[in-house]
Structure formats: C-alpha cells, structure tokens
C-alpha cells in the first residue's frame, strides 16, 4: 500500500558527512510530517529529527548544528544531511512518515526497513 525507501547510508569516517533519502510511494493521498530515527545497539529507537509538510524541522539535541533534515512535498522525499559524523552516531537509521492513504480514515505511520549508518577510522 505504502512504501518507504531509504538509501545513503554507509561507513563514514569521524568528521565525515553522509546524506540519507527516504523516498514514499504508493496510495498516498497525504503526509503529515516525515522523519528520521535512530536505534543504536543495544539501545532504544531514538527521535533524531522531523519535518512537517509545512517545513517545521524538530531536531534531537545531539544532532543540533550538525544535521539538517528537509523535504521535496512534490517527490513525497525526506532527506537528512549529516556533517561532522561521530562515532555516537553509529545506528541504524529509520524514515518514518504519517500518511494519510487513498480510502483510509486518517492518518498512520509508516516506516522504512532502515539503513545502517557507521562512523569509524
């Protein structure tokens, strides 16, 4: 019904930059906001940063000034650019959208299969 597919991630060394995309596609009829999440191992999925349709952006407080998450509407796509990558920020990460689907009663989440992420020399 929906589909959420994530790319971009990989092994990054400290200080490096990776950018994330997550593209939607299916019977959309329309998204809310769109985000990126995080789960290290070991640890609980964590909020790393969201974007409503409107372009309102909410960041966790450790990514502050060094990621910055956007969005193309008409593409249904959201997109992560992460800069001076640290070793803390080894995850797997995860797109997550609220979609309201053709013929459904309001909105639901969706979540993409994730894509690893590692920052190390």
């Known amino acids: 019904q929906v589909q959420l597919v994530e790319s971009g991630g990989g092994l990054v060394q400290p200080g490096g930059s990776l950018r994330l995309s997550c593209a939607a596609s299916g019977r959309i009829l329309t998204i809310n906001h769109m985000g990126w999440y995080r789960q290290a191992p070991g640890k609980q999925r964590e909020l790393v940063a969201t974007i409503t349709s409107g372009g309102t952006t909410n960041y966790a407080d450790s990514v502050k000034g060094r990621f910055t998450i956007s969005g193309d509407n008409a593409k249904n796509t959201v997109y992560l650019q992460m800069n001076n990558l640290k070793p803390e920020d080894t995850a797997v990460y995860s797109c997550?959208?609220?979609?309201?689907?053709?013929?459904?009663?309001?909105?639901?989440?969706?979540w993409g299969q994730g894509t690893q992420v590692t920052v190390s020399s």
């Open positions: 997550n959208a609220e979609i309201w689907v053709y013929s459904g009663r309001g909105y639901s989440p969706f």
